[in-house]
């Protein structure tokens, strides 16, 4: 079990907003940036958010992100069926000298 | 535009070593950044294996320290990962990427992956 948590899933239909939480602790999310990563069906992941809430060139403005505490939560906007995809948040954490977590990832149905 | 390439064997036997090499093209390793692997068994999530920077510096996952070595080849432009004693649990696709200008957990550029099955 991550110690990032995420819900295993999420669903909306095109058109709607969604948001994906991903909670942590004192030691990750509480101190360090949030990244979030979609990985389409047999690809790659791919950063769609840095920094908490930065945009790499190139992804849509319809995905932003937010940190509060020890919390984070991207958010889909406009939702299109490309956007299913499982979405995964990664952290570094400072616990047994440091490591990168990444939660358990949220499976995105565009229904 | 960066690019990376996993390459090694796709099959590896119970107890031995995996090897596995990511060329990286369209930057120079040496120019700086670090430099990483990432692993996702069928069908589970990412699990961060660790990363090397081109003087070779290295943060490792403390759960896989005991088992891995990462290095580095700059005349190459490529680094590798090295899975001691692999048992069927480390059958996952093995992802390697760059690190971007954030703390470790920002991967910018990611190779398509390659699949390693342990089992004799």
């Known amino acids: 079990q991550s110690a990032l948590t995420q819900p295993p899933s999420a669903s909306g239909t095109p058109g709607q907003r969604v948001t994906i939480s991903c909670s942590g602790s004192?030691?990750?999310?509480?101190?360090?940036?949030v990244y979030w990563y979609q990985q389409l069906p047999g690809t790659a992941p791919k950063l769609v958010i840095y920094?908490?809430?930065e945009r790499p060139s190139g992804v849509p403005d319809r995905f932003s992100a937010s940190k509060s505490g020890t919390s984070a939560s991207l958010a889909i906007s406009g939702l299109r069926p490309e956007d299913e995809a499982d979405y995964y948040c990664?952290?570094?954490?400072?616990?047994?000298?440091?490591?990168?977590?990444f939660g358990g990832g949220t499976k995105l149905t565009v229904l | 535009q960066v690019q990376l390439q996993e390459s090694g064997p796709g099959l590896v036997q119970p107890s031995e070593t995996l090897s596995l090499t990511c060329g990286v093209s369209?930057?120079?390793?040496?120019?700086?950044?670090?430099w990483g692997w990432i692993r996702q068994p069928p069908g589970k999530g990412l699990e961060w294996i660790g990363c090397?920077?081109?003087?070779?510096?290295?943060y490792y996952n403390p759960s896989l320290k005991s088992r891995i070595t990462i290095s580095v080849d700059t005349s190459k432009n490529q680094f590798s990962l090295k899975v001691n004693s692999v048992t069927a649990e480390d059958t996952a696709v093995y992802y390697c990427?760059?690190?971007?200008?954030?703390?470790?957990?920002?991967?910018?550029?990611w190779g398509q992956g390659t699949l390693v099955t342990v089992s004799s």
């Open positions: 990427g760059r690190v971007g200008s954030g703390d470790a957990s920002h991967f910018d550029y």
């Open positions: 369209g930057y120079s390793i040496s120019d700086g950044y670090y």
């Open positions: 090397i920077y081109h003087g070779g510096n290295t």
């Open positions: 004192s030691s990750n999310i509480g101190s360090n940036a």
């Open positions: 920094r908490n809430n």
């Open positions: 990664a952290v570094w954490d400072a616990s047994l000298g440091g490591r990168v977590l």
